[in-house]
């Protein structure tokens, strides 16, 4: 679906309309902010969705497995409507904080990879490690994070239940720490990574080519933008379901001790098939979709704003 990069007789798909270098770069500190902002908004807007697809995961790894309305059903008499929001605390930190690094590490690999070619022009191929890279540093820098907010999400219930009781994102974090030590603030790091780095590699690619592809004088920019991302944002959901299966199973403790990422997916391919790494599919869709659209069209607006309000300062003080 990408471009190819590199080959011969100069048939490599250079993305024009993707990467202008002539067009001024935003500052920084504005990607950094305008990443913050934008995924503190979004985030707690679609909590629900997350807390449905964590129950609907853990429920799939004990061996029941549930429809989107029957799980709703069963949230709504666990915990009211409030109870569709558990965990809120800890999502709104990880993608306040993990979108405003992420974009500020996109940008730096983004001058990078620019810097590289000669016309100064990226390639599919460079958006695609661009984005997940930057993704995958980032994960793994939030991953205690991650632990906390599923593990708050699935609230212990289900068919799964457990012990997993936590006051606040503090608590659950020394708590963690005291009982698992350092390390358990890293579990299922590997399918964490593994999910989120094709995911914002595969999304980044999609995303610049599809607005690319879109963008025509006269158009609308946000309407642009909205398309592309939820377009690329599906695709790469569907693509990436089923390491986030492997995630919740590991950081909810639902594995046996002891067994990695790579063992644990073969043990559950064998023995439950796809049908359960795919639970809780059609949530993290809807979810994932609305989440990355509206975060990726907030912070291009917000973006040039900042920046300008930024540069005006800049130039004042000097």
């Known amino acids: ?56 995961q853990a429920d799939a790894a004990a061996g029941s497995l ?5 799980t709703m059903r069963t949230l709504f008499r666990e915990g009211g409507l409030k ?9 709104v930190w990880r993608l306040s904080l993990g979108a405003g690094l ?8 983004k001058n990078i990879a620019e810097a590289r070619r000669p016309d100064g022009k990226m390639t599919g191929t460079d958006l695609f490690l661009v984005g997940g890279l930057s993704r995958a540093v980032v994960s793994t820098m939030l991953c205690p994070v991650t632990l906390v907010k599923t593990r ?3 609230g212990g219930g289900g068919a799964a239940a457990s012990g997993y009781q936590y006051k606040s994102t503090l608590h659950a974090l020394v708590t963690i720490v005291r009982q698992e030590r350092v390390r358990g603030l890293f579990r299922g790091v590997v399918p964490t990574v593994a999910t989120n780095a094709p995911f914002s590699a595969l999304y980044y690619l999609f995303y610049k080519q599809t607005q690319s592809r879109l963008s025509k004088e006269g158009r609308s920019t946000t309407l642009v933008n909205g398309v592309a991302g939820f377009a690329s944002a ?20 639902l594995s046996a001790k002891g067994v990695g990422a790579a063992a644990l997916f073969r043990q559950v391919f ?22 990355t659209t509206l975060l990726w069209v907030l912070f291009e607006e917000l973006s040039p704003r900042l920046g300008a309000l930024q540069r005006r300062i800049n130039d004042g003080a000097n």
């Not at 993707?18 to 985030?43: D, H, M, T, Y």
């Not at 109870?83 to 999502?91: S, V």
């Not at 795919?278 to 979709?289: D, E, L, N, Q, T």
Request: charge should be positive; aromatic fraction near 2%.
């Open 234 to 253: 599906v695709a790469a959901t569907v693509i990436t379901q089923p390491t986030d299966g492997l995630r919740t199973r590991m950081q909810l403790g």
């Open 83 to 91: 109870g569709l929001w558990r965990g809120t605390g800890p999502t």
């Open 1 to 56: 679906m990408g471009p190819e990069d590199g080959g011969s007789g100069g048939a490599a798909v250079q993305l024009e309309a993707v990467v202008k270098p002539a067009e001024r770069k935003q500052p920084r500190l504005a990607s950094a902010i305008s990443g913050s902002v934008s995924g503190a908004v979004v985030s707690a807007c679609v909590q629900p969705l997350d807390v449905l697809r964590t129950r609907m």
């Open 66 to 70: 549930q429809g989107v309305r029957r």
């Open 102 to 109: 992420h974009f500020t590490v996109l940008d730096v690999l």
């Open 152 to 154: 708050m999400e699935w």
């Open 270 to 291: 064998a023995q439950e098939g796809t049908r359960t790494l795919m639970a809780g599919a059609v949530p993290r869709i809807v979810k994932r979709s609305l989440q």
